[in-house]
C-alpha cells in the first residue's frame, strides 16, 4: 500500500464548477501537507502548502488538513478553463528527508 | 529571482547509452532533490544532495547516480540507459533540508530508443 493515496480521475468539471481532489495518508509523521499543480510538459508549481492541521485559503483555493483522519483536500471554486491540468498532493515529515507525492489527479474544466 | 533550471529540456539517447542532467538550483537554496516522473508510477524520489554530500537516496539501481558540487549546481547521470528509463526527470531546490519542495524546474524529457 502506497503511503499516499490520490483520487486517481480523471476530473472534468464545466466552468464555474467547485473541484475537490483528495488524498490519503498513513504516516503520522507527516507535518508538511503541499499542493502542486503542474501543466503538460511543465514542472510541478506549488500552489499551497499547510503546515500540521487546519484550512489555508488563498484565492479560489482552500486547503484542509485532517489529520484525525489521516485526509487532505484541495477546493477550487468557481473553477476555469486556465485551471485544467495535473494536481498533485505530497506530505513530508519535519525532519531532513524526502517528500512524497500522490500519482496525480488530471482535471480538465470545458468553457 | 531565477528559478531552479535544468538543461537538456529534452534528450533521446539509445539504449546501453549513458546520460547526464543538470540542474542549477534557486540562488542560496544548498538542498537539491531529484524525481524521475513517469505516467504509471508518478513522482519517485531518486535522491537528495546538501552541501556536496548526498543525503537520502531512492529505490533505484546503482544505474542512477548523482552528484553536487560547490556551487550548490547538481547532476545526475544514467548509464547503461533502458527503455524504462524514459521519463520526465524533475529537479527541486530547497534552502534547508528540512524544507520541502518549493520550486521545481521544468523538467529534463528523456527518450530510450
Given at each position: 500500500q502506497k503511503e499516499v493515496e490520490q483520487d486517481p480521475g480523471p476530473l472534468s468539471v464545466p466552468e464555474g464548477a467547485i473541484v475537490s481532489l483528495n488524498c490519503t495518508y498513513s504516516n503520522s509523521a507527516f507535518q508538511y501537507f503541499?499542493?502542486?499543480?503542474?501543466?503538460?510538459?511543465?514542472?510541478?508549481?506549488?500552489?499551497?502548502?499547510?503546515?500540521?492541521?487546519?484550512?489555508?485559503?488563498?484565492?479560489?483555493?482552500?486547503?484542509?488538513?485532517?489529520?484525525?483522519?489521516?485526509?487532505?483536500?484541495?477546493?477550487?471554486?468557481?473553477?476555469?478553463?486556465?485551471?485544467?491540468?495535473?494536481?498533485?498532493?505530497?506530505?513530508?515529515?519535519?525532519?531532513?528527508?524526502?517528500?512524497?507525492?500522490?500519482?496525480g489527479t488530471t482535471l480538465t474544466v470545458k468553457p | 529571482?531565477?528559478?531552479?533550471?535544468?538543461?537538456?529540456?529534452?534528450?533521446?539517447?539509445?539504449?546501453?547509452?549513458?546520460?547526464?542532467?543538470s540542474c542549477s538550483p534557486i540562488s542560496g537554496h544548498r538542498s537539491v532533490s531529484w524525481y524521475q516522473q513517469t505516467p504509471g508510477q508518478g513522482l519517485q524520489f531518486l535522491f537528495e544532495y546538501f552541501s556536496e554530500t548526498q543525503r537520502n537516496k531512492g529505490n533505484f539501481p546503482g544505474r542512477f547516480s548523482g552528484?553536487?558540487?560547490?556551487?550548490?549546481?547538481?547532476?545526475?547521470?544514467?548509464?547503461?540507459?533502458?527503455?524504462?528509463?524514459?521519463a520526465l526527470y524533475l529537479c527541486a531546490s530547497s534552502l534547508s533540508r528540512d524544507r520541502f519542495e518549493a520550486f521545481f524546474g521544468q523538467g529534463t524529457r528523456l527518450t530510450v530508443v
Amino acid at each position: 500500500q502506497k503511503e499516499v493515496e490520490q483520487d486517481p480521475g480523471p476530473l472534468s468539471v464545466p466552468e464555474g464548477a467547485i473541484v475537490s481532489l483528495n488524498c490519503t495518508y498513513s504516516n503520522s509523521a507527516f507535518q508538511y501537507f503541499m499542493w502542486y499543480r503542474q501543466y503538460s510538459r511543465k514542472g510541478p508549481e506549488l500552489l499551497m502548502y499547510t503546515y500540521s492541521s487546519g484550512n489555508k485559503e488563498d484565492g479560489r483555493f482552500t486547503a484542509q488538513v485532517d489529520k484525525s483522519s489521516k485526509y487532505i483536500s484541495l477546493f477550487i471554486r468557481d473553477s476555469q478553463p486556465s485551471d485544467s491540468a495535473t494536481y498533485l498532493c505530497a506530505m513530508k515529515g519535519t525532519n531532513a528527508g524526502k517528500s512524497t507525492f500522490g500519482d496525480g489527479t488530471t482535471l480538465t474544466v470545458k468553457p | 529571482k531565477a528559478g531552479v533550471t535544468q538543461t537538456p529540456r529534452y534528450l533521446i539517447k539509445t539504449r546501453g547509452q549513458q546520460v547526464t542532467l543538470s540542474c542549477s538550483p534557486i540562488s542560496g537554496h544548498r538542498s537539491v532533490s531529484w524525481y524521475q516522473q513517469t505516467p504509471g508510477q508518478g513522482l519517485q524520489f531518486l535522491f537528495e544532495y546538501f552541501s556536496e554530500t548526498q543525503r537520502n537516496k531512492g529505490n533505484f539501481p546503482g544505474r542512477f547516480s548523482g552528484r553536487q558540487f560547490s556551487n550548490s549546481r547538481s547532476e545526475m547521470n544514467v548509464s547503461t540507459l533502458e527503455l524504462g528509463d524514459s521519463a520526465l526527470y524533475l529537479c527541486a531546490s530547497s534552502l534547508s533540508r528540512d524544507r520541502f519542495e518549493a520550486f521545481f524546474g521544468q523538467g529534463t524529457r528523456l527518450t530510450v530508443v
